[in-house]
């Protein structure tokens, strides 16, 4: 039962982990309190639950990786330099940890996940944390989410070769868009909207799985 992996974990794993991450640079109270209260081991296979608290990615299946927790501490960090949004879009769910960091920090999060079992496994995973602030879509995360936008900000958790046209369409005027962008070499970026115009700044190198078009059953 997900709710039995959850009491069986104390929280100090989370807070042990969050006082890691403030040690390696992340200073936002609010980013660093939803780690330390986040379960990070219900949203892991079983038998890499003892390595859920390690600052690392790991494998979720389908070949896809829970994101290491200072990326996710980092990229929820940037979307809030400029305060708190309203509303987020996040392309590629996932395990749906980094969902449920975001879920703690704003209104409202619109998550797209082209994997409909990984969907389904995140849905399990945040109403166990009594999460019901999410909405989630099965679809295709280069063209994001139209119909609920325009975004305060938006998250990319895989990488694509170039920005998809339609999430600079989508975010909202002075909105911050972060996205990992690259092939073999790939660089963090922050994008943010002035009018017609997207200024952009490079963060730090990171490792992603690709963002693949299309969706999948």
């Known amino acids: 039962?997900?709710?039995s992996r959850i009491g069986g974990k104390s929280k100090r794993s989370g807070e042990l982990l969050a006082h890691k991450l403030q040690s390696e640079g992340i200073s936002n109270t609010a980013v660093l309190q939803a780690i330390a209260h986040s379960p990070r081991h219900i949203f892991v296979p079983e038998i890499l639950a003892h390595k859920a608290y390690d600052n690392t990615a790991l494998p979720i299946g389908q070949g896809q990786t829970i994101s290491q927790p200072y990326i996710v501490a980092k990229m929820s960090e940037l979307l809030l330099a400029d305060g708190r949004p309203q509303n987020i879009l996040e392309i590629g769910t996932g395990s749906g940890y980094q969902t449920s960091i975001l879920a703690q920090l704003t209104d409202k999060v619109f998550s797209v996940e082209r994997i409909k079992a990984l969907q389904w496994q995140a849905k399990r995973c945040l109403r166990a944390m009594d999460l019901h602030n999410v909405a989630m879509k099965h679809g295709?995360?280069?063209?994001?989410?139209?119909s609920k936008g325009p975004f305060d900000?938006?998250?990319?958790?895989?990488?694509?070769?170039?920005?998809p046209p339609a999430l600079l369409e989508q975010l909202a005027e002075g909105g911050r868009l972060i996205i990992p962008v690259g092939e073999q070499t790939?660089?963090?970026?922050?994008?943010?909207r002035d009018g017609d115009a997207f200024n952009e700044q490079q963060i730090e190198a990171v490792r992603f799985v690709p963002l693949v078009p299309g969706d999948l059953l």
């Open 1 to 3: 039962m997900m709710s």
């Open 140 to 146: 295709d995360g280069w063209q994001g989410w139209r």
């Open 153 to 163: 900000a938006i998250i990319v958790t895989a990488a694509p070769s170039s920005v």
């Open 186 to 192: 790939q660089i963090l970026k922050l994008i943010t």
